[in-house]
């Protein structure tokens, strides 16, 4: 079993800051994906950044310059971080860790990202 549990989401005014995290945690073996997506009301889940084991990462083009991932090194890597600034309302929506792992993906409960004009 793999269990994925984020923290960090919240309220915040346009233009402020919050930091996302994702810890991981049960049988991992191999993990070769971290990352972040996203889904706002009515729309499908898209990508927001994903960090490979090797350190590639990849940022959908709405938050490049905007948002940075990161992992902890110091913690077998299990723990995936997004930082994220100058936030907009139209970054709203609930934001979900995810874990590939042998072909397999795997969800964290989500976090919900709400920025006020």
């Known amino acids: 079993q793999v269990q994925l549990v984020e923290s960090g989401g919240g309220l915040v005014q346009a233009g402020g800051s919050l930091r996302l995290s994702c810890a991981a945690s049960?049988?991992?073996?191999?993990?070769?994906?971290m990352g972040w997506y996203r889904q706002a009301p009515g729309n499908q889940r898209d990508l927001v950044a994903t960090m490979t084991n090797s350190g590639n990462t990849n940022y959908a083009d709405s938050v490049k310059g905007r948002f940075t991932i990161s992992r902890d090194n110091a913690n077998a890597k299990n723990t995936v971080y997004l930082q994220m600034n100058n936030l907009k309302p139209e970054d709203t929506a609930v934001y979900y860790c995810?874990?590939?792992?042998?072909?397999?993906?795997?969800w964290g409960q989500g976090t919900q990202v709400t920025v006020s004009s």
């Open positions: 049960g049988s991992l073996f191999r993990i070769n994906v």
């Open positions: 995810d874990l590939k792992m042998f072909g397999n993906d795997y």
